[in-house]
């Protein structure tokens, strides 16, 4: 059984930094792409970060470029997400994922993931 876990969210001023991780069992982790997404009140899912099972290619949404970075660490099956010069528009709550299949090709797509956490909440009071 898999088991995605996430943690390290809160609240947190405009400005301030948090770091998300997201410890996976139950899959061979260092064999899969991770990515993390978020939900704000009322929106879609959508797509944050991700990064390639190496941990040498790394894609992010647009409006978190130069903010975020993912990274891993395949010796504790973790996958984190620094966050800073956090804003209010980044409140929302944070999933990380797992990749459906092994694949060198890094996707922003739901459907590509199949494995999910129950997620953490992020908000940034303004």
């Known amino acids: 059984q898999v088991h995605v876990v996430e943690s390290g969210g809160g609240l947190v001023q405009t400005g301030a930094s948090l770091r998300l991780s997201c410890v996976v069992s139950?899959?061979?982790?260092?064999?899969?792409?991770m990515a993390w997404f978020r939900q704000a009140r009322g929106k879609e899912r959508e797509f944050v970060a991700a990064?390639?099972?190496?941990?040498?290619?790394?894609v992010y949404e647009d409006s978190v470029k130069g903010r975020f970075t993912v990274s891993r660490d395949d010796a504790k099956n973790s996958v984190y997400l620094q966050m800073n010069s956090l804003k209010p528009e980044d409140t929302a709550v944070y999933y990380c994922a797992v990749a459906r299949n092994r694949s060198p090709v890094v996707s922003r797509e739901r459907d590509q993931y199949n494995d999910w956490g129950q997620g953490t909440q992020v908000t940034v009071s303004s």
């Open positions: 990064i390639n099972w190496r941990g040498t290619n790394r």
């Open positions: 139950g899959r061979t982790f260092s064999a899969y792409n």
